[in-house]
């Protein structure tokens, strides 16, 4: 089992540029979360997926879209990128509560707009 | 919405010290609070969880308690190692399905040998 996976690991974009961060799970989860983390104010949620086939907002959802593409794919689309979207952000999985509340990490893609 | 504090921002105690992070919330509809640690450049890796139906949970050097009534709990590190050294986060949120987690801002733990 490979977890949660998540691409690219590392990104550089100039202001205004536009991409899309990828992350699988192949835990038969549920739900799916995005998080930003930022030095200082730990993990803020920017979307999540309780099941497939529904988003829904999350602390810090602006500048932000999300695509549950199925099951195991949630992926994170930044339009116009901005310097103050620089951060490392971390794509979770969790069972939804089934079995376990417990949530699961990406090992991240740190971004940086200039 | 929840709001979680965390104290205290950084810690340091001397190995086989004890190590206890204590954090707040404010919806009192909250009852899941885990506890997550995370290495330097690593991903978060929950380390211990409770739930509003239990007061106290332990899992050998660690230990979480929970007062629903003053809506704070704790993180108990017994006994602390050098490989305790890392940033530890607590987070809240309803349990329910399509769990939201709201954390705190985290705190550095250091373990001096």
């Known amino acids: 089992n490979a977890g949660v996976t998540q691409t690219p690991k590392f990104q550089v974009l100039k202001t205004g540029q536009s991409m899309t961060l990828q992350c699988a799970q192949d835990?038969?989860?549920?739900?799916m979360y995005w998080y930003r983390q930022d030095p200082g104010m730990g993990l803020r949620l920017i979307y999540y997926s309780a099941s497939e086939g529904t988003t829904d907002k999350g602390e810090v959802p602006n500048g932000y879209n999300v695509s549950r593409l199925n099951k195991r794919e949630f992926s994170l689309r930044l339009e116009s990128a901005a310097p103050s979207q620089t951060s490392v952000y971390f794509c979770?999985?969790?069972?939804?509560?089934?079995?376990?509340?417990?949530?699961?990490f990406g090992p991240g893609t740190r971004l940086t707009v200039t | 919405g929840e709001n979680v504090e965390q104290h205290p921002s950084t810690l340091s105690v001397q190995e086989g010290d004890s190590a206890v992070i204590k954090c707040t919330y404010s919806d009192s509809a909250s009852n899941y609070f885990p506890w997550y640690k995370q290495e330097l450049g690593k991903r978060p890796q929950l380390i211990i969880d409770?739930?509003?139906?239990?007061g106290e949970k332990k899992d050998q050097r660690i230990a979480v308690t929970l007062n629903k009534t003053a809506k704070h709990f704790s993180l108990h590190i017994t006994e602390t190692q050098p490989e305790d050294s890392a940033v530890y986060f607590c987070a809240a949120s309803r349990g329910q399905y399509g769990n939201k987690l709201v954390f705190g801002a985290g705190t550095i733990l250091r373990v001096k040998s």
């Open positions: 835990m038969n989860h549920n739900s």
């Open positions: 409770i739930r509003s139906n239990v």
């Open positions: 979770a999985s969790s069972d939804g509560g089934t079995v376990t509340y417990e949530q699961y």
